[in-house]
Protein backbone atom coordinates (compact mmCIF):
# COMPACT_ATOMS: atom_id res chain seq x y z
CA UNK A 1 0.00 0.00 0.00
CA UNK A 2 1.18 3.54 -0.89
CA UNK A 3 2.42 5.42 2.09
CA UNK A 4 0.73 9.35 1.86
CA UNK A 5 2.10 9.98 5.38
CA UNK A 6 4.20 12.81 3.92
CA UNK A 7 0.81 14.83 2.89
CA UNK A 8 0.13 15.37 6.60
CA UNK A 9 -2.94 15.16 8.14
CA UNK A 10 -5.55 14.36 5.52
CA UNK A 11 -8.45 14.31 8.16
CA UNK A 12 -8.10 17.70 9.39
CA UNK A 13 -7.77 19.85 5.72
CA UNK A 14 -7.23 23.00 7.62
CA UNK A 15 -8.89 26.82 7.11
CA UNK A 16 -6.95 28.80 4.75
CA UNK A 17 -7.39 32.45 4.10
CA UNK A 18 -7.32 34.03 0.52
CA UNK A 19 -6.69 37.43 -0.08
CA UNK A 20 -6.67 38.50 -4.16
CA UNK A 21 -4.86 41.48 -5.48
CA UNK A 22 -6.03 41.66 -9.05
CA UNK A 23 -3.77 43.89 -10.39
CA UNK A 24 -1.58 43.17 -12.84
CA UNK A 25 1.21 45.22 -14.84
CA UNK A 26 0.05 43.80 -17.98
CA UNK A 27 -2.60 41.11 -19.51
CA UNK A 28 -0.85 38.16 -20.76
CA UNK A 29 -2.39 36.44 -23.81
CA UNK A 30 -3.16 33.31 -21.99
CA UNK A 31 -4.47 34.01 -19.05
CA UNK A 32 -8.40 34.15 -17.76
CA UNK A 33 -7.75 35.20 -14.11
CA UNK A 34 -9.31 38.04 -12.75
CA UNK A 35 -7.06 40.62 -13.39
CA UNK A 36 -6.72 44.21 -14.42
CA UNK A 37 -4.33 46.85 -15.71
CA UNK A 38 -4.40 50.12 -14.18
CA UNK A 39 -1.65 52.63 -15.88
CA UNK A 40 -3.22 55.28 -13.26
CA UNK A 41 -2.04 53.72 -9.99
CA UNK A 42 -4.05 51.78 -7.23
CA UNK A 43 -4.79 54.04 -4.23
CA UNK A 44 -3.29 51.02 -1.73
CA UNK A 45 -4.39 52.01 1.31
CA UNK A 46 -8.05 52.45 0.08
CA UNK A 47 -8.04 48.57 -0.94
CA UNK A 48 -6.22 47.38 2.87
CA UNK A 49 -9.02 49.39 4.81
CA UNK A 50 -11.73 47.37 1.95
CA UNK A 51 -10.05 43.99 2.62
CA UNK A 52 -9.82 44.86 6.81
CA UNK A 53 -13.43 45.45 6.22
CA UNK A 54 -14.65 42.61 4.15
CA UNK A 55 -12.07 39.88 6.44
CA UNK A 56 -14.73 41.02 9.43
CA UNK A 57 -17.62 40.34 7.57
CA UNK A 58 -16.19 37.02 6.76
CA UNK A 59 -14.81 36.05 10.52
CA UNK A 60 -18.77 37.08 11.09
CA UNK A 61 -19.38 33.83 8.71
CA UNK A 62 -16.77 31.60 10.06
CA UNK A 63 -16.56 32.10 13.35
CA UNK A 64 -13.34 31.98 15.44
CA UNK A 65 -10.80 29.76 13.55
CA UNK A 66 -7.22 29.20 13.72
CA UNK A 67 -5.23 29.92 10.20
CA UNK A 68 -3.35 27.27 8.90
CA UNK A 69 -2.23 29.09 6.08
CA UNK A 70 -2.46 32.65 3.78
CA UNK A 71 -1.79 32.79 0.34
CA UNK A 72 -1.71 36.60 -1.48
CA UNK A 73 -2.71 36.06 -4.93
CA UNK A 74 -4.12 37.93 -8.33
CA UNK A 75 -3.23 39.44 -10.26
CA UNK A 76 0.16 40.37 -9.51
CA UNK A 77 0.38 40.56 -5.24
CA UNK A 78 4.82 41.40 -5.90
CA UNK A 79 3.13 44.76 -7.32
CA UNK A 80 1.97 45.57 -3.29
CA UNK A 81 3.97 47.83 -1.32
CA UNK A 82 5.69 45.71 2.20
CA UNK A 83 3.41 47.76 4.28
CA UNK A 84 0.31 46.63 2.25
CA UNK A 85 1.29 43.09 2.89
CA UNK A 86 2.24 43.99 6.14
CA UNK A 87 -1.38 45.66 6.91
CA UNK A 88 -2.74 42.49 5.60
CA UNK A 89 -1.15 40.19 7.54
CA UNK A 90 -2.05 42.31 10.52
CA UNK A 91 -6.01 42.10 9.93
CA UNK A 92 -5.93 38.54 9.58
CA UNK A 93 -4.48 38.36 12.86
CA UNK A 94 -6.91 40.37 14.09
CA UNK A 95 -9.79 38.59 13.23
CA UNK A 96 -8.55 35.02 13.16
CA UNK A 97 -5.90 32.97 15.17
CA UNK A 98 -2.61 33.04 13.32
CA UNK A 99 0.04 30.40 15.04
CA UNK A 100 3.78 31.15 14.23
CA UNK A 101 5.21 29.58 11.30
CA UNK A 102 2.72 28.99 9.30
CA UNK A 103 2.14 28.88 5.78
CA UNK A 104 2.29 32.31 3.97
CA UNK A 105 2.59 32.36 0.70
CA UNK A 106 2.77 35.46 -2.16
CA UNK A 107 2.74 35.19 -5.75
CA UNK A 108 5.45 37.30 -7.40
CA UNK A 109 5.92 38.00 -11.19
CA UNK A 110 10.07 38.17 -11.85
CA UNK A 111 9.45 41.46 -13.48
CA UNK A 112 8.19 42.70 -10.88
CA UNK A 113 10.98 41.56 -8.13
CA UNK A 114 13.59 43.74 -6.14
CA UNK A 115 15.64 42.57 -3.57
CA UNK A 116 13.89 45.60 -1.04
CA UNK A 117 10.78 44.84 -1.79
CA UNK A 118 11.28 41.04 -1.20
CA UNK A 119 13.16 41.29 2.25
CA UNK A 120 9.76 44.34 3.25
CA UNK A 121 7.60 40.76 2.51
CA UNK A 122 9.84 38.36 4.70
CA UNK A 123 9.57 41.02 7.55
CA UNK A 124 5.97 41.13 6.77
CA UNK A 125 5.66 37.60 7.45
CA UNK A 126 5.59 35.91 3.91
CA UNK A 127 8.23 32.62 4.58
CA UNK A 128 6.92 31.55 0.85
CA UNK A 129 6.88 32.88 -2.16
CA UNK A 130 5.69 31.48 -5.87
CA UNK A 131 7.13 33.03 -8.69
CA UNK A 132 5.52 33.01 -12.71
CA UNK A 133 8.41 32.36 -14.42
CA UNK A 134 6.60 30.21 -16.88
CA UNK A 135 9.49 29.68 -19.54
CA UNK A 136 12.91 29.41 -19.59
CA UNK A 137 13.83 31.11 -23.25
CA UNK A 138 13.01 34.45 -24.12
CA UNK A 139 11.55 33.71 -27.33
CA UNK A 140 8.20 31.67 -25.60
CA UNK A 141 8.21 34.04 -22.85
CA UNK A 142 7.76 36.37 -25.88
CA UNK A 143 4.58 34.60 -26.92
CA UNK A 144 3.09 34.15 -23.50
CA UNK A 145 3.22 38.21 -23.03
CA UNK A 146 5.12 38.47 -20.15
CA UNK A 147 7.60 41.25 -19.29
CA UNK A 148 10.49 39.47 -17.93
CA UNK A 149 13.08 37.97 -19.64
CA UNK A 150 15.37 34.60 -18.93
CA UNK A 151 17.58 36.76 -16.85
CA UNK A 152 15.18 38.54 -14.95
CA UNK A 153 13.77 35.10 -13.71
CA UNK A 154 16.70 33.63 -12.84
CA UNK A 155 17.43 37.29 -10.81
CA UNK A 156 14.42 36.40 -9.21
CA UNK A 157 14.95 33.02 -8.15
CA UNK A 158 18.24 33.60 -6.70
CA UNK A 159 16.66 36.51 -4.65
CA UNK A 160 13.61 34.36 -3.34
CA UNK A 161 16.01 31.37 -2.48
CA UNK A 162 18.32 33.56 -0.95
CA UNK A 163 15.29 35.53 1.38
CA UNK A 164 12.27 33.06 1.67
CA UNK A 165 12.48 29.82 3.71
CA UNK A 166 10.51 28.27 1.10
CA UNK A 167 10.12 28.99 -2.97
CA UNK A 168 8.23 27.56 -6.24
CA UNK A 169 7.70 28.67 -8.71
CA UNK A 170 5.47 28.06 -12.61
CA UNK A 171 6.40 26.55 -15.71
CA UNK A 172 4.36 26.63 -18.35
CA UNK A 173 4.63 23.77 -21.42
CA UNK A 174 2.48 22.61 -24.07
CA UNK A 175 3.56 25.46 -26.16
CA UNK A 176 2.81 25.73 -29.85
CA UNK A 177 5.25 23.67 -31.69
CA UNK A 178 6.94 22.37 -28.33
CA UNK A 179 9.38 18.85 -28.64
CA UNK A 180 9.20 16.70 -25.99
CA UNK A 181 13.33 16.60 -26.00
CA UNK A 182 12.74 20.42 -25.81
CA UNK A 183 10.53 20.03 -22.95
CA UNK A 184 12.95 17.53 -21.21
CA UNK A 185 15.57 20.07 -21.48
CA UNK A 186 13.95 23.30 -20.17
CA UNK A 187 12.57 21.16 -17.41
CA UNK A 188 16.03 19.80 -16.42
CA UNK A 189 17.84 23.22 -16.22
CA UNK A 190 14.07 23.97 -14.13
CA UNK A 191 14.74 21.43 -11.46
CA UNK A 192 18.14 22.98 -11.25
CA UNK A 193 17.21 25.84 -10.00
CA UNK A 194 14.42 24.69 -7.67
CA UNK A 195 14.37 23.99 -4.37
CA UNK A 196 11.51 22.13 -2.85
CA UNK A 197 8.44 22.92 -4.96
CA UNK A 198 7.65 23.48 -8.85
CA UNK A 199 4.26 24.13 -10.62
CA UNK A 200 4.01 22.67 -14.25
CA UNK A 201 1.05 23.97 -16.52
CA UNK A 202 -0.20 22.40 -19.76
CA UNK A 203 -1.06 25.70 -21.91
CA UNK A 204 -4.66 25.77 -22.11
CA UNK A 205 -6.98 27.94 -24.55
CA UNK A 206 -9.48 29.69 -22.52
CA UNK A 207 -12.44 31.33 -23.68
CA UNK A 208 -12.32 34.87 -23.66
CA UNK A 209 -8.51 35.56 -23.70
CA UNK A 210 -6.81 36.56 -27.13
CA UNK A 211 -4.99 32.92 -27.15
CA UNK A 212 -8.99 31.72 -28.05
CA UNK A 213 -9.60 34.21 -30.80
CA UNK A 214 -5.82 33.54 -32.46
CA UNK A 215 -6.29 29.69 -31.59
CA UNK A 216 -10.26 29.29 -33.28
CA UNK A 217 -8.77 31.51 -36.30
CA UNK A 218 -6.11 28.63 -36.95
CA UNK A 219 -3.32 31.06 -35.91
CA UNK A 220 -2.16 29.24 -32.99
CA UNK A 221 -1.79 25.59 -32.98
CA UNK A 222 -1.13 23.58 -29.63
CA UNK A 223 0.12 20.44 -29.15
CA UNK A 224 -2.47 17.60 -29.70
CA UNK A 225 -3.60 14.88 -26.87
CA UNK A 226 -1.12 12.42 -28.22
CA UNK A 227 2.04 15.03 -27.92
CA UNK A 228 0.14 16.36 -25.00
CA UNK A 229 0.56 13.05 -23.18
CA UNK A 230 3.98 12.57 -24.42
CA UNK A 231 4.81 15.64 -22.53
CA UNK A 232 3.05 15.29 -19.48
CA UNK A 233 4.59 11.60 -18.85
CA UNK A 234 8.33 13.36 -19.65
CA UNK A 235 7.51 15.64 -16.79
CA UNK A 236 6.18 13.11 -14.52
CA UNK A 237 9.52 10.84 -15.11
CA UNK A 238 11.94 13.93 -14.80
CA UNK A 239 10.28 14.97 -11.38
CA UNK A 240 9.85 11.77 -9.75
CA UNK A 241 13.53 11.25 -11.21
CA UNK A 242 15.00 14.32 -8.85
CA UNK A 243 12.98 13.53 -6.02
CA UNK A 244 10.08 15.86 -6.39
CA UNK A 245 6.97 13.71 -7.65
CA UNK A 246 3.33 14.77 -8.62
CA UNK A 247 1.40 15.16 -5.53
CA UNK A 248 -1.22 16.64 -7.29
CA UNK A 249 -2.21 16.56 -10.93
CA UNK A 250 -0.03 19.81 -12.22
CA UNK A 251 1.96 20.20 -8.51
CA UNK A 252 5.65 18.62 -7.64
CA UNK A 253 7.49 18.69 -4.28
CA UNK A 254 10.09 17.12 -2.32
CA UNK A 255 8.00 15.04 0.11
CA UNK A 256 7.13 17.33 3.06
CA UNK A 257 7.49 20.73 0.94
CA UNK A 258 3.99 20.71 -0.56
CA UNK A 259 1.73 23.29 -0.55
CA UNK A 260 -0.47 24.10 2.42
CA UNK A 261 -2.91 26.17 0.85
CA UNK A 262 -3.54 24.31 -2.16
CA UNK A 263 -4.16 21.01 -0.21
CA UNK A 264 -6.58 22.93 2.06
CA UNK A 265 -8.59 23.03 -1.44
CA UNK A 266 -7.84 20.36 -2.40
CA UNK A 267 -8.54 18.20 0.38
CA UNK A 268 -11.97 20.13 0.45
CA UNK A 269 -11.33 22.70 3.29
CA UNK A 270 -13.00 26.03 4.47
CA UNK A 271 -10.79 29.31 3.42
CA UNK A 272 -11.70 32.92 3.29
CA UNK A 273 -12.01 34.51 0.30
CA UNK A 274 -11.23 38.27 -0.07
CA UNK A 275 -10.85 40.61 -2.72
CA UNK A 276 -12.22 41.44 -5.63
CA UNK A 277 -13.21 37.94 -7.80
CA UNK A 278 -12.24 35.92 -4.66
CA UNK A 279 -14.45 32.29 -3.69
CA UNK A 280 -14.37 30.88 -0.70
CA UNK A 281 -15.99 27.90 1.21
CA UNK A 282 -16.67 28.28 5.37
CA UNK A 283 -18.50 25.59 7.58
CA UNK A 284 -21.09 26.69 9.26
CA UNK A 285 -22.93 24.58 11.75
CA UNK A 286 -23.73 20.86 9.09
CA UNK A 287 -24.00 23.55 6.08
CA UNK A 288 -21.49 24.71 3.72
CA UNK A 289 -21.25 28.32 2.43
CA UNK A 290 -20.00 29.16 -0.50
CA UNK A 291 -19.20 32.93 -1.42
CA UNK A 292 -17.92 34.85 -4.32
CA UNK A 293 -17.36 38.58 -4.62
CA UNK A 294 -17.35 40.81 -7.56
CA UNK A 295 -14.65 40.80 -9.69
CA UNK A 296 -14.34 44.22 -10.95
CA UNK A 297 -12.26 45.97 -8.47
CA UNK A 298 -13.55 49.27 -8.42
CA UNK A 299 -17.11 48.12 -8.11
CA UNK A 300 -16.44 45.69 -5.60
CA UNK A 301 -14.87 48.92 -3.39
CA UNK A 302 -17.72 50.35 -3.95
CA UNK A 303 -19.59 47.37 -2.56
CA UNK A 304 -17.42 47.32 0.55
CA UNK A 305 -17.24 51.24 1.26
CA UNK A 306 -21.12 50.79 1.27
CA UNK A 307 -21.72 47.70 2.55
CA UNK A 308 -18.65 46.22 4.37
CA UNK A 309 -18.23 43.98 2.00
CA UNK A 310 -18.26 42.74 -1.39
CA UNK A 311 -20.07 39.51 -1.69
CA UNK A 312 -22.52 39.42 -4.56
CA UNK A 313 -23.10 35.61 -4.19
CA UNK A 314 -23.64 33.41 -1.02
CA UNK A 315 -24.89 29.48 -1.55
CA UNK A 316 -25.38 26.99 0.88
CA UNK A 317 -24.30 23.92 -0.74
CA UNK A 318 -26.16 20.45 -0.26
CA UNK A 319 -24.95 17.58 0.17
CA UNK A 320 -24.87 16.29 -2.98
CA UNK A 321 -22.99 19.57 -4.48
CA UNK A 322 -20.81 18.87 -1.94
CA UNK A 323 -19.66 15.79 -2.48
CA UNK A 324 -19.49 16.47 -6.22
CA UNK A 325 -17.11 19.54 -5.33
CA UNK A 326 -15.03 17.17 -2.76
CA UNK A 327 -14.31 14.80 -6.00
CA UNK A 328 -13.50 17.35 -7.98
CA UNK A 329 -11.19 18.90 -6.09
CA UNK A 330 -9.65 15.41 -4.87
CA UNK A 331 -8.96 13.00 -7.31
CA UNK A 332 -6.29 15.75 -8.38
CA UNK A 333 -4.25 14.72 -5.53
CA UNK A 334 -2.08 11.45 -5.20
CA UNK A 335 -3.50 11.01 -2.52
CA UNK A 336 -6.95 10.55 -4.13
CA UNK A 337 -9.43 10.67 -1.79
CA UNK A 338 -11.74 9.40 1.59
CA UNK A 339 -14.31 6.88 0.66
CA UNK A 340 -16.31 7.04 3.92
CA UNK A 341 -16.24 11.39 3.60
CA UNK A 342 -17.34 11.53 0.05
CA UNK A 343 -19.83 8.64 1.23
CA UNK A 344 -21.32 10.78 4.11
CA UNK A 345 -21.36 13.60 1.52
CA UNK A 346 -23.28 11.67 -1.23
CA UNK A 347 -25.30 8.99 0.50
CA UNK A 348 -24.31 6.15 -1.76
CA UNK A 349 -21.05 4.34 -2.18
CA UNK A 350 -19.23 4.63 -5.79
CA UNK A 351 -21.59 2.86 -9.03
CA UNK A 352 -20.10 -0.66 -9.24
CA UNK A 353 -20.21 -1.06 -12.79
CA UNK A 354 -18.57 1.69 -13.28
CA UNK A 355 -15.84 1.87 -10.49
CA UNK A 356 -15.26 -1.94 -12.18
CA UNK A 357 -14.89 -0.04 -15.80
CA UNK A 358 -12.56 2.31 -14.81
CA UNK A 359 -10.20 0.07 -12.62
CA UNK A 360 -9.94 -2.31 -15.53
CA UNK A 361 -8.99 0.35 -17.89
CA UNK A 362 -6.58 1.76 -15.49
CA UNK A 363 -8.24 4.88 -14.74
CA UNK A 364 -8.74 4.72 -11.16
CA UNK A 365 -7.42 2.52 -8.27
CA UNK A 366 -8.61 1.38 -4.82
CA UNK A 367 -5.89 2.10 -1.59
CA UNK A 368 -7.07 -0.50 1.05
CA UNK A 369 -10.24 -0.18 1.55
CA UNK A 370 -11.17 3.55 2.44
CA UNK A 371 -9.45 5.50 -0.38
CA UNK A 372 -9.90 6.08 -4.11
CA UNK A 373 -7.44 7.57 -6.08
CA UNK A 374 -6.45 8.45 -9.92
CA UNK A 375 -3.46 6.63 -11.67
CA UNK A 376 -1.46 8.42 -13.80
CA UNK A 377 -3.24 7.66 -17.05
CA UNK A 378 -6.46 8.88 -15.21
CA UNK A 379 -4.72 12.31 -14.37
CA UNK A 380 -4.67 12.36 -18.07
CA UNK A 381 -8.35 12.18 -18.85
CA UNK A 382 -9.64 13.46 -15.05
CA UNK A 383 -12.15 15.42 -16.19
CA UNK A 384 -13.93 12.19 -17.70
CA UNK A 385 -12.99 9.86 -14.89
CA UNK A 386 -14.83 12.90 -12.45
CA UNK A 387 -18.02 13.25 -14.56
CA UNK A 388 -18.58 9.17 -14.22
CA UNK A 389 -18.11 8.82 -10.73
CA UNK A 390 -20.45 11.87 -9.86
CA UNK A 391 -23.39 10.16 -11.95
Known sequence: MADFSFIGDKTDPGFGVY???????????????????????????RYVSAFLKEMEEARRLSGPRTVTSIFLGGGTPSLMDPATVDAIMNGIARFWHVP???????????????????????????N????????????????????????????????????????????????????????????????????????????T??????????????KLVVPDGDQSALLYEATQDITAAIGMPAYEVSNHAVPGAESRHNLTYWRYGDYAGIGPGAHGRLTIGREKLATATERKPETWLDLVEANGHGMIDQEVLGYAEQSDELLLMGLRLK???????????????????????????????????SRLRCTPSGMLILDAVVADLAC
Open 335 to 369: EGIDLVRWEALSGRAPDPEKERFLIEHGFIERIGN
Open 100 to 126: DGIEITLEANPSSVEATRFRGYRAAGV
Open 205 to 218: IEEGTPFYGLHKAG
Open 128 to 203: RVSLGVQALNDRDLKFLGRLHNVEDALKAIGLARDIFPRMSFDLIYARPKQTVEEWEAELKQAVSYAVDHLSLYQL
Open 19 to 45: VHWPFCAAKCPYCDFNSHVRHQGVDQA
